[in-house]
Structures are given as structure tokens and as C-alpha cells.
């Protein structure tokens, strides 16, 4: 049975976020070719996982054996994140952009996640799986653009979800979606639209594909 780890780390809810109204196309269409799977659904908004810290973190370099009891306690809960992931066969992350970069949630999570030995450096335990991250953003970043040298959603999830982790990734990018609410962006609206309907048709071709994946 296929499992499907789908993050969403909006702050809105699902009828006002562009994020999520893209990865629950997705996840709909996932659940249509997987009626037996399994989707783990994790609301960092809501349910936000604690930071890294000092115990957690070098927990991660040392011999469990040797753990204090605070170290013992932040690594079970960083193992917890990490084992969900490993159990993953697809993954699903909204990470819209914020103040250029992905919500300070995500990178929480992946903080917790990353972890030199296992899943990253030489053995990248989920090298190779399907990682689908919508990356909705209120401009445009893309190639040619003004803010193009702005752009540290997919740059900075490219070098950590593919270089570190070895997952096998794929970007859906809304763009333009403050141009309904931006009257300086008024002209950019039917763009928006466009864009908004690309995502939305990109999410049931993709979530297919990588069902498909999964069944072959
Ligand atoms: C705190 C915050 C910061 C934002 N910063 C940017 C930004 O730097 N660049 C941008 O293009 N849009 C920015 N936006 C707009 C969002 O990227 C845009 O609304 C996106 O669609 C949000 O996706 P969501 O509705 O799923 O949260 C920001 C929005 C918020 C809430």
C-alpha cells in the first residue's frame, strides 16, 4: 500500500491559501489512482514541529549510547520526523514564498529531517523518492523576470530536497497570486488566472504520473 507524506506549511486555511488549493488537487487525484493508500497529512501551521536545538542537533553526531537524557528526548522526537519520511513512497509540500524564502515551519521540518548518515551525506535513506513541492509565490521569479536573483524557494529546496537528500523533485509554481488583491498588479491578473489554472492541471498530471510510479 503506497503512502503518501503530504506537508502543507501555509498559514492560511485551505479556502484562502494558493498553496493548498494546489496540493490538495494533487492529493485528490493521488488518492483516485491509490483508493487503498495512505496519506499522512502534516499541518505545520497548525501543528508546528519544535526547532532544532543544541541537544537535538548533537544528538545527531553521537553515539545514542552515550545521549543525556535531553538529548535522548529531542532526537526521539527528530527521529519520529525522519522515519515518517522514510516510510514515504511520494511526498507533497506546499512551501509558498515568504519574504523570499520558504515559512520559517518548513525549514523547522527540515532541519529535524536532515540528518548527516542517514538520510543525508553518503546514505540518503530516501534517495530516489518523489518529492512534489507547490511553490506558490504573490510575484514572478521565473527566468528573464526583474526579481529573477530573488528566487530562494526553489533554488534553496533544489540544493537540500535533490543535492542533500537525493529525492527525485519536481516544482509546481502559482505565481502572481497577490496580483487579485495588489491593485498595482491589476494588469497581471489574467497571468495570475493562468498561472493558477497551469498549477491546478500540472497537480492531477503529476500526482498521475507519480502514482503511477508507484504501481509500476
Ligand atoms: C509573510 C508573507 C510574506 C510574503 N513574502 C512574499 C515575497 O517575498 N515575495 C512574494 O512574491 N510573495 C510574498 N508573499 C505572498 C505569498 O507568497 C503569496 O500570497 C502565496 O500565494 C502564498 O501562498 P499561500 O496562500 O499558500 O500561503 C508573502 C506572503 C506572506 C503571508
Do not use: C
Not at 25 to 40: K, L, S
Amino acid at each position: 500500500m503506497a503512502t503518501l507524506l503530504h506537508i502543507d506549511s501555509s498559514v492560511f486555511p485551505a479556502d484562502a491559501s494558493s498553496s493548498r488549493a494546489v496540493t490538495d488537487a494533487f492529493r485528490r487525484t493521488w488518492q483516485e489512482q491509490h483508493p487503498e493508500g495512505t496519506v499522512i497529512h502534516r499541518d505545520l501551521a497548525t501543528n508546528p514541529v519544535p526547532h532544532i536545538t543544541a541537544h537535538s542537533h548533537t544528538a545527531g553526531f553521537s553515539d545514542p549510547a552515550t545521549h543525556s537524557p535531553e538529548q535522548a528526548a529531542a532526537f526521539a522526537e527528530r527521529l519520529k520526523l525522519i522515519e515518517e519520511l522514510e516510510r514515504a513512497d511520494a511526498v507533497l509540500i506546499g512551501a509558498p514564498m515568504y519574504n523570499l524564502t520558504i515559512p520559517s515551519t518548513l525549514k523547522a521540518w527540515l532541519d529535524n529531517v536532515v540528518l548527516m548518515g542517514r538520510t543525508a551525506g553518503n546514505a540518503q535513506s530516501v534517495k530516489g523518492t518523489p518529492v512534489t513541492v507547490v511553490a506558490s509565490r504573490g510575484g514572478a521569479y521565473g527566468p528573464g523576470t526583474p526579481r529573477e536573483g530573488y528566487e530562494y524557494v526553489q533554488n534553496y529546496l533544489s540544493a537540500i530536497l535533490t543535492d542533500f537528500l537525493g529525492a527525485d523533485l519536481q516544482f509546481i509554481v502559482p505565481e502572481l497570486t497577490m496580483a487579485p488583491v495588489n491593485p498595482d498588479m491589476a494588469d497581471l491578473v489574467p497571468l495570475f488566472e493562468a498561472s493558477r489554472e497551469r498549477a491546478l492541471e500540472e497537480a492531477a498530471t503529476k500526482a498521475k504520473q507519480v502514482a503511477q510510479r508507484l504501481v509500476a
